[in-house]
């Protein structure tokens, strides 16, 4: 039986995408409110003595992060590759993977009704 937590984070961060045909809106510098959702999975029998996947609390060096490195910046300036959603969500896993090791996934958010997410 696999259990899981999620807790969700905003930043807010310009970017622009490209490869985009001429006049697509994302191809212009624009700016999003964004969500990102981590998510932990624990088997039952690998739950912490006291019956949590993770402590919520332990997910505050991630907060401080998110601050610190995406929170009002230009992610063209901090992603290597094209900061799409997809590539934002991946990109957040696999910095975060080695530190959570519970990390089952990452969800971004741009909108309130779209999401991406990387899950491998």
């Given at each position: 039986?696999?259990?899981?937590?999620?807790?969700?984070?905003?930043?807010?961060?310009?970017?622009?995408?490209?490869?985009?045909?001429?006049?697509?809106?994302?191809?212009?510098?624009?700016?999003?409110?964004?969500?990102?959702?981590?998510?932990?999975?624990?088997?039952?029998?690998?739950?912490?003595?006291?019956?949590?996947?993770?402590?919520?609390?332990?997910?505050?060096?991630?907060?401080?992060?998110?601050?610190?490195?995406?929170?009002?910046?230009?992610?063209?300036?901090?992603?290597?590759?094209?900061?799409?959603?997809?590539?934002?969500?991946?990109?957040?896993?696999e910095l975060w993977a080695r530190q959570?090791?519970?990390?089952?996934?990452?969800?971004?958010?741009?909108?309130?009704?779209?999401?991406?997410?990387?899950?491998?």
């Amino acid at each position: 039986m696999t259990l899981r937590i999620s807790k969700q984070f905003a930043f807010s961060a310009s970017h622009r995408l490209e490869g985009l045909a001429e006049g697509h809106q994302c191809a212009r510098l624009h700016g999003h409110n964004y969500l990102v959702e981590v998510e932990l999975a624990a088997e039952a029998e690998q739950l912490t003595p006291v019956g949590f996947v993770r402590d919520y609390g332990d997910l505050a060096p991630f907060k401080r992060w998110i601050d610190d490195t995406v929170d009002h910046q230009h992610l063209n300036d901090i992603v290597r590759a094209n900061p799409t959603a997809e590539n934002l969500a991946r990109w957040m896993y696999e910095l975060w993977a080695r530190q959570l090791p519970e990390l089952s996934a990452v969800r971004i958010s741009e909108t309130p009704r779209t999401w991406a997410e990387f899950r491998p």
